[in-house]
């Protein structure tokens, strides 16, 4: 790029970008190809995306339009400049319920959209499985559909009109109602008329999905609507700024019925059988994408629903029903259907599905949330499958191909005499009503022999879609992998139709060069991410097991595939992308250039240390969000810890980091002069020189140093008897409990035995002892949140103790990437626990904090800390446990009543290990309480993160979904935070001191 070039983009006054992070972040999409940009341009009216198109068209420079970067096989990657239109483009406005319309800038998300339309009885039918990051820009440009195909058709079938933007700049309405561009539709229409026989002979009636490239088909059926030209063209015609689209009324009532299989071909079988049911969509899963599924924290309640462990299967159908009510309020496709069942009941077709001698067992399912848990699978299935362990991974270049539904049985057996010769496994899922299956093969694009078996499967394949004259690309487009097929997938004659088309739009060749036209710059086995053909080498020795699953870095690195699911809005997944909508705030902005690093793609070429670097990963709040919510595992928190562990072991690690690493000490300095220490913290003079000299904000409060110490207070609490904060091992029985635990078991909380009378003052304690771990911040600074536990643990009898000797949990300096000293202190912790775990009855280990809970049952053995294994299942969260108590002896304790009510806010370390939800049942078991469990993420304060100067305002920008949540709240609401930088950042930036769940409860007990 010449400094001609950009000053020319930069003159249109439209943001734009052309550093070298911008190019490394947006030279992938979701598929397996690289191509680094020239620079990214982030339009904000159709007035600056006309300006920076015709600029980059009159400096020669290629355009890409982009959505959410989703698309599958290369069509959102380019070499010139890509025009995003998603950051900015994302209104949703003239809902006309009458006219069933709305329009929506090409930005807009789809579930943004539905979430919109939802109150008003409305949704937008096709229904992609990216729907939480899917652009209505990206879905209209690869004409995408879901699920429900057999409903709602595809996204072409829901478009009224396009405001596009053209190769020169112009700006035009295209759509039936618009009269812009007649000429130009009038000489398509006589192109694609002259070629409506070949169209006949290529195209038989009868498939449901899309055809590759432009949608000839369906112009030819309304010869004035350019707007089906445009649906399906990637980008290669024209920019979308914004759509009218069409809205579908919500079906009145939906049912499931899952049918289980011995087998692929007997489903496939099956699928052809229930198709006369007029089903709204028929979704197959097979075993190994749901063997993906095991041990996994977020998908384990859909295991149980469908007993995928005691009765496993090889595949199962998802069989889906609606019933839209009166023909008026159907969608155009179900009340066009004439078909005898097509008007049936929801319940009657469920029943006929259950009276059907199909499979080896069936399910039927109407309950919304356990629906939701079924497609949570079927929607997680793609990212779930390339999330297994190694270097083979299941590919998407042949994943999109559609047959007619009747077609599946052959078709499939067709796929399995590719695959077997060639040894290859694949999985079978995807939409089978609409006759398309996502077939990924299983390679490893690292070796040269997986390479050549990839282009072997693509020729082969592309060759049996043609024999049953179906689709190569039905829903994710042509891309990169597929262009060199439509020759022979179309002929010369459609393609030739296609190629003038084209040349109408964009007679320069500006848009999306190379892809649908083969010109040679794209082969499907070019342009492949670096680490395939180089394979990444790390320039140190990694420290951490990745025990959760990949057990390498880079196996958890090269998890990414960049199927966007952390651009989303909802979870706990990812925070800093929620709260800025910046791609380098992503955890795949962080990957990829994590990648971009090691390739020596950065500037300054430094795998350890640079701009790029340190502008992705020092903005990671290390919540762990990422772990459980990537369908890949992704676990940023670690691989960002290694990385600057690294770092440090070669340059030194900085004071600020060595302080952060110790703010134990601090406390313990802190809390032997709270006098002098604590007016300190408020020094104006000394905050200034802090913020100069460490980067500590002075804009943030510091934590107060307590009067008393909580194990100085524990201490006198016992008494001169009991002062010994020594442990001994519990003498009592244990009372199995089994809590499911990422990938382990946590067994058999110790429980004891109950006092004699509900309620009695804990005299003689009856349950055997237990261990509360004194935090860092209990012990220094909210010694009354352990006075606190220590009353309610006592008040259920048991005989509480403190580690003698205790060190830091080792958080802090983990956090920072300083594991040599979480090592060391996870080496002294574990060393002072393990020596119990031999005896019978082993005490309980309890946790207030749960980042501090989270390094013991995780990153102790992250950091391969013998014996951590054995005490980590020794280790309960507070509430986990006093919830556990309560379920099985709701008498334990007495409580006052008070109607009152509660929001509690998780800590994002607790969500990434187990469901919050519980936590308002705990806080309902306190009579008159109404609780309810905030949906936040993290609260943005993480540690220390939210104190450093350079981070506060990100800090209290990802706040912001936490205190919009508390403002919901009823007046009077008590606050519930069990997490220290949690309660930190609300009394920060509210008047609220929220309380610990220990509070609420000792507050409770009468
Ligand atoms: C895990 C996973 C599951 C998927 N499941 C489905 C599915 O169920 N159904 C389905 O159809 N697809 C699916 N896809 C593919 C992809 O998510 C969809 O095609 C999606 O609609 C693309 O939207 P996007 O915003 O990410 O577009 P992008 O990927 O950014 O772009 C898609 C194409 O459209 C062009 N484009 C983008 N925005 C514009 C614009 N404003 N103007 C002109 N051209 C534009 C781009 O140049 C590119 O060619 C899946 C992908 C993944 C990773
Ligand atoms: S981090 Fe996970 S969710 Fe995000 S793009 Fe990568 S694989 Fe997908
Ligand atoms: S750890 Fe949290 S902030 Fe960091 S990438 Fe993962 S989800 Fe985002």
């Known amino acids: 790029m010449t400094s001609a070039q950009e000053r020319k983009i930069r003159q249109t006054g439209c943001h734009a ?159 039936p109602m618009h009269e812009s561009m007649r000429a130009e539709c009038a000489k398509i229409e006589n192109l694609i008329r002259a070629a409506s026989n070949e169209m006949a002979e290529r195209w038989p009636a009868g498939l449901i999905k899309r055809w590759p490239g432009y949608g000839i088909e369906k112009f030819l059926g309304a010869p004035k609507d350019l707007t089906n030209i445009l649906a399906g063209s990637e980008g290669t015609l024209a920019a979308i700024f914004s759509a009218e689209l069409k809205i579908s009324p919500l079906p009145h009532e939906k049912g499931l019925g899952v049918i289980f299989f011995a087998s692929v071909g007997e489903a496939m079988q099956a699928t052809v059988e229930l198709l006369d049911l007029k089903p709204a969509a028929i979704e197959h899963i097979d075993r190994p994408l749901l063997d993906q599924t095991k041990g996994q924290l977020h998908f384990q309640a859909a295991r149980d629903l469908l007993e995928l462990d005691t009765q496993p299967c090889e595949s199962i159908l998802i069989v889906e029903f609606y019933d839209f009510g009166t023909a008026r309020t159907r969608p155009r496709f179900e ?29 039927i399912l109407t309950d919304p949330a356990q629906m939701n848990l079924v497609w949570s699978v079927r929607k997680s299935g793609l990212s779930l499958l390339t999330g297994c362990i190694g270097p083979a991974k299941p590919v998407a270049f042949i994943e999109d191909a559609a047959v007619r539904p009747a077609q599946l049985p052959e078709y499939v057996r067709g796929l399995q005499s590719i695959m077997k010769p060639l040894g290859l496994e694949a999985s079978y899922y995807g939409h089978a009503a609409s006759g398309l299956l996502h077939v990924r093969p299983v390679l490893d694009l690292h070796s040269q022999g997986d390479l050549k078996k990839f282009r072997q499967v693509a020729d082969q394949t592309s060759a049996l879609v043609r024999q049953f004259k179906g689709s190569l690309s039905a829903e994710h487009g042509v891309g990169i992998a597929r262009t060199e097929y439509l020759r022979d997938q179309l002929g010369d004659e459609l393609l030739g139709v296609m190629r003038e088309i084209k040349h109408t739009f964009d007679p320069k060749n500006i848009f999306n060069p190379g892809k649908i036209f083969a010109d040679g710059r794209h082969k499907i086995d070019d342009h492949l991410r670096e680490d395939f053909t180089r394979p990444l080498e790390l320039p140190f020795q990694p420290v951490l097991a990745f025990a959760f699953k990949d057990r390498s870095f880079i196996g958890n690195l090269e998890q990414c595939n960049g199927c966007g699911g952390c651009l989303k809005q909802t979870g706990i997944m990812c925070p800093t992308f929620m709260a800025t909508g910046e791609e380098v705030m992503s955890t795949r902005g962080r990957a990829n250039i994590m990648r971009a690093a090691l390739e020596r793609r950065v500037n300054g070429h430094d795998p350890l240390k640079s701009e790029e670097l340190d502008a992705a990963l020092t903005n990671c709040l290390s919540c762990k969000g990422c772990t459980p919510e990537c369908p890949s595992n992704v676990n940023l928190a670690l691989l960002k810890a290694e990385l ?363």
């Open 335 to 363: 009340s066009g259907d004439m078909s005898p069942h097509s008007k049936s009941s929801v319940a009657e077709k469920l029943s006929l599905l259950q009276s059907k001698n199909l499979g080896l067992r069936k399910k």
């Open 644 to 1006: 600057m562990h690294a770092r440090w072991r070669r340059d030194g690690l900085p004071l600020r980091e060595r302080m952060l690493s110790n703010v134990d000490l601090l406390g313990r300095i802190g809390c032997a002069m709270p006098a002098v220490a604590n007016p300190i913290l408020t020094f104006k003079p000394l905050r200034a020189l802090m913020e100069s000299a460490l980067g500590i904000s002075a804009r943030r409060s510091l934590p107060h140093y307590a009067r008393e110490r909580f194990d100085k207070w524990f201490a006198k609490h016992l008494g001169s008897a009991g002062a010994s904060l020594a442990m001994s091992h519990a003498s009592r029985d244990t009372r199995g409990n089994t809590i499911p635990h990422r990938g382990y078991r946590i067994d058999a909380a110790v429980f004891g035995e109950a006092p004699k009378t509900a309620g009695e003052a804990p005299a003689l304690p009856r349950r055997g002892k237990i261990i509360l771990w004194d935090d860092t911040f209990v012990r220094y600074h909210e010694p009354h949140i352990g006075i606190a536990a220590v009353k309610v643990l006592e008040a259920f009898g048991f005989e509480v103790s403190l580690v003698k000797n205790r060190r830091c949990c080792g958080r802090p300096a983990f956090s920072v990437g300083n594991l040599e000293r979480a090592a060391e202190l996870a080496k002294h912790n574990v060393s002072q626990l393990v020596s119990l775990n031999s005896q019978p009855f082993a005490p309980t280990i309890l946790f207030l904090e749960p980042s501090c809970w989270s390094m013991f049952v995780e990153d102790y053995r992250e950091l391969k800390i013998e014996g951590a294994d054995d005490v980590g299942k020794r280790c309960f969260l507070f509430e986990n446990f006093v919830d556990d108590l309560l379920a099985q002896e709701p008498d334990a304790l007495r409580f006052n009543l008070r109607p009152t009510t509660i929001a509690i806010h998780p800590h994002c370390h607790a969500k990434s290990i187990m469901n919050p939800a519980f936590m308002g049942g705990l806080a309902e078991r306190l009579p008159g309480r109404k609780a309810t469990v905030l949906d936040t993420a993290c609260c943005g304060m993480a540690g220390a993160f939210g104190a450093l100067a350079d981070k506060y305002d990100l800090s209290v920008q990802v706040a912001q979904r936490l205190l919009d949540n508390i403002d919901n709240q009823p007046a009077g609401t008590e606050i519930i935070a069990s997490g220290t930088s949690c309660r930190h950042q609300i009394a920060d930036l509210t008047n609220i001191h929220a309380k610990h769940m220990a509070e609420l409860i000792a507050e409770a007990i009468v």
């Open 17 to 175: 970008r052309f550093d070298n992070l911008m190019r490394q972040l947006y030279a992938t999409d979701a598929s397996i190809y690289q191509i680094q940009p020239v620079g990214v341009a982030f339009p904000k009216s159709a007035q600056q995306a006309s300006a920076v198109i015709r600029a980059a068209a009159d400096a020669n420079l290629s355009v890409t339009p982009r959505g959410a970067g989703t698309s599958l096989v290369g069509n959102a990657v380019g070499e010139g400049l890509i025009v995003e239109l998603s950051r900015y483009n994302r209104h949703v406005t003239d809902l006309d319920l009458e006219k069933h319309s709305v329009r929506v800038g090409a930005g807009v998300v789809l579930d943004q959209l539905n979430d919109f339309l939802r109150p008003h009885g409305f949704s937008f039918g096709p229904d992609v499985a990216t729907s939480s990051r899917a652009t209505l820009g990206g879905m209209i440009a690869n004409n995408s559909s879901g699920a429900r195909c057999p409903v709602y058709g595809t996204t072409a079938d829901h478009v009224l009109s396009l405001e596009i933007v053209m190769a020169d700049g112009r700006v035009e309405t295209i759509g």
